[in-house]
């Protein structure tokens, strides 16, 4: 069984930085995306930043410019790189892998952006 296993939230300046991580244990193949969700309460789940599997990357355009998606494939690892953080972007972060006949979640990791 496939889990996926997020850190790196917690709660940090407006103005700074978080760089989330998200590994998966066990073995997956054939990942079409790997993509970062976030839910602050009282929202819907909104999707951040997808990468695809050919290295494409989307944002949501509340976040171009500060957030960056990466991967290691070699480790079934993806990470976003949180820069100039609003307190906007409080929310639960959660992790997504997908493919054809998959689709995996992070439990969740809180990402609080607070003075």
């Known amino acids: 069984q496939v889990q996926l296993v997020e850190s790196g939230g917690g709660l940090v300046q407006p103005g700074g930085s978080l760089r989330l991580s998200c590994a998966a244990s066990?073995?997956?193949?054939?990942?079409?995306?790997m993509a970062w969700y976030r839910q602050a309460p009282g929202k819907q789940r909104e999707l951040v930043a997808t990468?695809?599997?050919?290295?494409?990357?989307d944002y949501a355009d509340s976040v171009k410019g500060r957030f960056a998606i990466s991967r290691d494939n070699a480790k079934n690892t993806v990470y976003l790189q949180m820069n100039s953080l609003k307190p906007e972007d409080t929310a639960v972060y959660y992790c997504?892998?997908?493919?054809?006949?998959?689709?995996?979640w992070g439990q969740g990791t809180q990402v609080t952006v607070s003075s």
């Open positions: 990468i695809w599997r050919g290295g494409t990357t």
């Open positions: 066990g073995s997956i193949f054939s990942i079409v995306a």
């Open positions: 997504n892998m997908a493919g054809l006949s998959y689709n995996y």
